[in-house]
């Protein structure tokens, strides 16, 4: 018999039929007839400044208080080397995005975790840690979070900005999904609500692609300025080439077409997920996320994701192991799946695999 | 009076007249169209593979043993944070490049200057200091050093690869502007002359240009393998995109007529900065390269160039702090004149300012 077709559930990306390519070609072209000079050139480490000044308008900031940098993630190294010592407390959601755990505890933060609620962080642990720790900034991924599916709801966004103020934390709002709703009504952005205790995070690997790397903050200027010295004197200037292919994609209006794509071709998937996981496993209880690219569910007590991981891989299913989501140990049965890059076929094939190991591991 | 028109004798960068932008609008055209699937993904740590294998069969090598990135300086940190462990000893070239000596601190190195000559690294300095001290590696620019200008000798090329196969430790040779040689003769680049003690590193910032941040290692799998390890931690994939471009560009055999176009343009700005030199400020006996972007001279005795600088800005002229060169003091009356961004009618005014500020300092 013939191996089975091998169906990832790994890793958060993208479909590749999704790509806009022949639109940033003609970005392209237009980005080094318009811009050569400066988009070949090094250039300011806070990015190209006709993209900041793009997104400074889409956000209703002054462009001071907008940093483009190579993806996101990098800014949460800058904002390590930048903000923190060795030891200084970092809060981040439980579970959360596991770059970004490898990244803060890089940079030496002393990691402590909120445990995520089907509705955003739970208010009242996070009010007991207040009592303990005093964090530089809480990681949070409000929309559609990594690797959860939860998102935060609007009373939990304002006890958040709350005890932002009361006690002397920033909320690092990474929402490079949040564009992605399938359906139901978006909640404020964290930044809406409270500009002066946000430093937003975001990309477009999720809208146009990651391979341009295009990410960008949005927040204090101050803050920015010393990300801008920290980017600098890694990598001197971001790549400015590809942001000004994403600039012309942008000014261009590609975007919003490109998103309204992206709903089309993705909700179906979330659906086919969800209908799946109900006739196969019913009993995980999966979150049911309103959009972007994860849902999560809790395997059956006496089934653990290292167990069922291995016993995946031999029918050619790959998973992520859910511990490496937890800042602090837990996740044994934590099971993260990613369903926008595969089709509505493979994701009912692969959701039947999983069932059929889970169910063999509990016989 | 209108002010002077500025002139910057301050970073290395290339000319803006240089840049290929027609031809990077097709080669972005052929990356979209036979890449794009790979070029907008997320990818491999260690870079995009065409380009990987395009640079492996250019430097003889297997194309495990190359690594792509955004721009080289990050190699740089990479290496750092694969290999270092504070307080560990690194050797450069004294003077060296100021953004290496940032990177290589940030990363907790001992960095123990070696005095550069006009032909190479002081042998008897470096035989001394390999008595005190076993580095990991050595940081030099054996080809039109920055900021020197100063081109190793073949001589001091063997030397060097034979201490560091008798001591154990390896170079790391970076070589962005080995290709730029207006005259003369090459001498063999380390990684030719002995593979197994060099890490080679180099970027096409200086030949096609910075904005698409492209830079690459070449050296040992093994050591690549750690090196992309921190990459994907740190940035998941490079600037796939970018690189993608670049590779049609060279691929489409447009990176040599361009390297010609650059010695064209390129050669007479050197003549011009020397010819200026001998004509108003001989007494500085300059280095005399025969390529690359930087000449450097010592300021006579009892000027120094925190003087000249302030006294020089006042007339439209700038220049760098020597002493950001030094990696332990030094560098007083160091003075480094990176020449291909200016034309020769302004390369030949800035000289006229700096004789002019200089000679009234030492009335």
Not at 176 to 188: F, I, K, V, W
Request: net charge negative.
């Amino acid at each position: 018999m013939a191996d089975p077709k091998p169906i990832n559930f790994t890793r958060g990306v993208p479909a590749t039929e999704s790509f806009p390519a022949a639109q940033l070609a003609i970005a392209a072209e237009n980005a080094l007839r318009n811009h050569s000079a400066t988009i070949l050139q090094y250039g300011p480490a806070s990015g190209f400044l006709p993209m900041r000044e793009w997104l400074a308008a889409r956000y209703g900031v002054a462009v001071e208080s907008v940093l483009c940098s190579n993806g996101s993630l990098q800014i949460v190294e800058f904002l390590g080397a930048a903000l923190l010592a060795p030891g200084d407390a970092v809060f981040v959601e439980e579970p959360t995005y596991d770059r970004t755990l490898t990244t803060l505890r890089k940079a030496g933060a002393r990691v402590v975790g909120i445990p995520l609620e089907a509705d955003g962080p739970d208010i009242d642990a996070l009010e007991q840690a207040l009592r303990i720790h005093h964090p530089r900034f809480f990681y949070v991924i409000p929309d559609f979070q990594n690797p959860s599916g939860a998102t935060c709801s609007r009373a939990k966004r304002e006890r958040l900005v709350e005890l932002a103020r009361s006690h002397n934390f920033f909320l690092l709002e990474d929402c490079p999904y949040r564009s992605l709703r399938y359906s139901g009504q978006a909640e404020p952005a964290l930044i809406e609500l409270a500009p002066d205790v946000v430093l937003l995070m975001s990309s477009y690997s999720k809208l146009i692609g990651p391979g341009p790397r295009f990410g960008f903050a949005i927040g204090d200027a101050g803050l920015l300025q010393r990300i801008a010295k920290v980017a600098e004197d890694t990598y001197i200037s971001p790549g400015l080439l590809a942001h000004g292919i994403v600039y012309e994609y942008c000014a261009a209006g590609y975007l919003e077409p490109q998103v309204e794509r992206l709903l089309a071709l993705y909700a179906p998937r979330l659906a086919a997920t969800l209908a799946a996981l109900d006739k196969h496993l019913p009993e995980t209880a999966p979150t049911r996320p309103q959009g972007g690219f994860f849902l999560s569910l809790t395997l059956p007590e006496g089934v653990n994701t290292s167990d069922v991981r291995t016993a995946a891989a031999l029918v050619g299913l790959n998973l992520a192991d859910g511990r490496g989501f937890f800042s602090n140990g837990g996740g044994e049965r934590f099971l993260r799946l990613p369903y926008c890059a595969l089709s509505p076929v493979d994701l009912e094939e692969g959701i039947k695999r999983l069932a059929g190991v889970v169910h063999a591991l509990q016989a």
